[in-house]
C-alpha cells in the first residue's frame, strides 16, 4: 500500500503511437521543445546583435548535430563504454540490435557530453559562418542551452530515469517510479530541472539588464558555474547511474566528478580570463 502523500509515477505510455510499434517518445518531444524554444531565444539574442537569420539557421543545425551527438557519445564514454563491443552500431542509431532488432528511439545521453559538443560545434559554426570569437557566440547561446536543459530533465523524468534515492515516506513530493520499483524516492530529475530555471533566468537577466554581457566569456562561464552547481548538488538525491560509482572518485560519483572541472573552467572565465591575451 502506498501512502496518500506520496505521488505514484506509473505513465500509461511512453510516448506517442505513430503506426505499429513506432512512437515518439514525451523524452525525444521534450528535446523538440527544448530545441524550438533555444531558437526563438536566440533569434531574440541575434537580432538585438544585428545578425542575421541565415546565420541563426546554421547555428541551429550546427547546434542540433553537435549537442546530440556530444550527448550520446559522452554517455557511452561515461556511462556505457561496453557498448562499443557488445552493440556498437546502437550507439548511432535508434534501435537496439543485440538480440534482435528493435526500436528504441535514442537513449542515453549524456549533459557533460553534450557540453562537451555544444563547444566544438560553436567552434566549427564560427570558424566556417560567424568568423568571430567562439567565446561571442558561446555567449550568446548559453541562455537557450540552460532553458533546454529544464525540458531534457522533464524528459527524464516522463523515462523514469536517472532516479532519486530513496525518500522519507512522510515526504510529500515523495514519488514512486512504478516502472523501477516501490520504494518512495527524491524527484531528483525535477530537483535539477527546478534549479535549471534559476539558470536560465540568471544568465538571461544578465545577458538583457547587464553591462556583462559586454566581457567576452563571462556568461559562459557563468552558464558553466551556476549549471554544473546545481548538477553537483542534485546528484546527492540520485542514485549512482554506474553500478559502484556511487563514491567515484573522493566521495563523488560520476555526474558530480564531471562537473567539477567544468565548474573551475567557468570561475576562470568569469574571473581570470583577459580577452586580449585569450586565444578564443
Do not use: C
Not at 542575421?52 to 556505457?80: C, E, P, T
Not at 543485440?98 to 526500436?103: R, T, V
Not at 515516506?169 to 531528483?188: C, E, M, Q
Amino acid at each position: 500500500m502506498f501512502s496518500t502523500l506520496q505521488v505514484v509515477w506509473d505513465p500509461a505510455s511512453e510516448g506517442i503511437p505513430i503506426f505499429g510499434n513506432f512512437k515518439i517518445h514525451y523524452y525525444s518531444l521534450m528535446w523538440m521543445v527544448a530545441f524550438i524554444l533555444g531558437w526563438y531565444v536566440t533569434r531574440k539574442i541575434y537580432r538585438k546583435e544585428g545578425q542575421d537569420d541565415q546565420k541563426l539557421d546554421s547555428l541551429f543545425m550546427y547546434a542540433v548535430v553537435g549537442i546530440m551527438l556530444g550527448a550520446r557519445l559522452g554517455h557511452v564514454f561515461f556511462y556505457q563504454i561496453e557498448l562499443i563491443r557488445e552493440d556498437f552500431f546502437s550507439i548511432f542509431l535508434p534501435f537496439k540490435f543485440k538480440g534482435g532488432i528493435e526500436f528504441t528511439g535514442f537513449q542515453g545521453l549524456a549533459s557533460h557530453g553534450a557540453a562537451i559538443g555544444m563547444i566544438i560545434s560553436m567552434y566549427i559554426y564560427n570558424k566556417r559562418i560567424l568568423k568571430k570569437s567562439i567565446l561571442w557566440i558561446l555567449d550568446r547561446v548559453v541562455p537557450s542551452i540552460a532553458l533546454g536543459a529544464i525540458f531534457v530533465r522533464i524528459g527524464n523524468f516522463f523515462n523514469s530515469e536517472m532516479i532519486g534515492k530513496t525518500a522519507d515516506a512522510s515526504l510529500p513530493w515523495a514519488i514512486v517510479f512504478k516502472k523501477y520499483d516501490l520504494t518512495p524516492r527524491h524527484p531528483g530529475q525535477l530537483y535539477e530541472a527546478f534549479g535549471y530555471i534559476f539558470v536560465f533566468l540568471i544568465i538571461y537577466f544578465t545577458y538583457w539588464k547587464t553591462k556583462k554581457s559586454n566581457q567576452l566569456g563571462f556568461l559562459f562561464g557563468l552558464f558553466l558555474v551556476s549549471l554544473w552547481t546545481v548538477r553537483l548538488f542534485v546528484e546527492q538525491f540520485k542514485i549512482e547511474q554506474v553500478a559502484g560509482r556511487e563514491d567515484w572518485i573522493l566521495g563523488l560519483n560520476t555526474g558530480q566528478a564531471l562537473s567539477i572541472p567544468f565548474i573551475v573552467i567557468g570561475l576562470y572565465f568569469m574571473f581570470a580570463y583577459n580577452p586580449k591575451k585569450g586565444i578564443l
